[in-house]
Protein backbone atom coordinates (compact mmCIF):
# COMPACT_ATOMS: atom_id res chain seq x y z
CA UNK A 1 0.00 0.00 0.00
CA UNK A 2 1.43 3.62 -0.63
CA UNK A 3 1.26 5.87 1.78
CA UNK A 4 0.25 9.65 1.10
CA UNK A 5 2.53 12.01 3.08
CA UNK A 6 1.63 15.88 3.62
CA UNK A 7 4.75 17.60 2.26
CA UNK A 8 7.44 17.87 4.74
CA UNK A 9 5.93 14.98 6.78
CA UNK A 10 7.73 12.22 7.68
CA UNK A 11 7.22 8.60 9.40
CA UNK A 12 8.57 8.67 12.35
CA UNK A 13 8.16 5.40 15.36
CA UNK A 14 5.93 6.34 18.34
CA UNK A 15 8.95 5.45 20.17
CA UNK A 16 10.58 8.17 18.87
CA UNK A 17 8.46 11.15 19.57
CA UNK A 18 7.26 10.46 23.03
CA UNK A 19 9.59 9.20 25.56
CA UNK A 20 7.12 7.06 27.68
CA UNK A 21 2.97 6.08 26.80
CA UNK A 22 0.97 5.67 29.86
CA UNK A 23 -2.25 5.79 30.79
CA UNK A 24 -3.90 9.56 31.53
CA UNK A 25 -6.87 10.89 32.48
CA UNK A 26 -10.16 11.15 29.98
CA UNK A 27 -11.76 14.01 29.80
CA UNK A 28 -15.17 13.92 31.31
CA UNK A 29 -17.77 12.66 29.13
CA UNK A 30 -20.65 14.55 30.20
CA UNK A 31 -18.83 17.65 29.41
CA UNK A 32 -19.83 18.55 25.92
CA UNK A 33 -17.32 21.11 25.55
CA UNK A 34 -15.11 18.44 25.71
CA UNK A 35 -15.68 16.52 22.65
CA UNK A 36 -16.53 16.50 18.79
CA UNK A 37 -13.64 18.93 18.20
CA UNK A 38 -10.71 18.60 16.50
CA UNK A 39 -8.26 16.93 18.31
CA UNK A 40 -7.64 13.16 17.73
CA UNK A 41 -8.09 10.99 20.95
CA UNK A 42 -6.49 8.06 20.54
CA UNK A 43 -7.16 4.90 23.03
CA UNK A 44 -5.69 1.97 23.78
CA UNK A 45 -8.56 0.20 21.96
CA UNK A 46 -7.70 2.72 19.05
CA UNK A 47 -4.10 0.82 18.94
CA UNK A 48 -5.10 -2.81 19.50
CA UNK A 49 -7.29 -2.76 16.94
CA UNK A 50 -5.27 -1.82 14.24
CA UNK A 51 -5.55 -3.53 10.98
CA UNK A 52 -1.91 -2.66 9.75
CA UNK A 53 1.26 -0.71 11.65
CA UNK A 54 -0.54 2.98 11.36
CA UNK A 55 -2.82 4.37 13.51
CA UNK A 56 -4.74 6.59 10.64
CA UNK A 57 -7.24 8.55 12.60
CA UNK A 58 -9.26 7.70 15.95
CA UNK A 59 -12.38 6.90 16.77
CA UNK A 60 -12.93 9.93 18.82
CA UNK A 61 -12.21 13.82 18.69
CA UNK A 62 -11.61 16.09 21.63
CA UNK A 63 -11.63 20.01 21.74
CA UNK A 64 -8.75 22.10 22.66
CA UNK A 65 -10.31 22.89 25.74
CA UNK A 66 -10.17 19.24 26.69
Do not use: C
Not at 4 to 15: F, N, Q
Not at 37 to 56: A, E, M, N, Q
Request: glycine letters at 10%; zero cysteines; a neutral charge.
Amino acid sequence: MSEVIPEGWSIESLGSLAGKITSGATPKVDNPRYYGGTVPFLKIDDITSLRGRYVHTAKQFITDQA
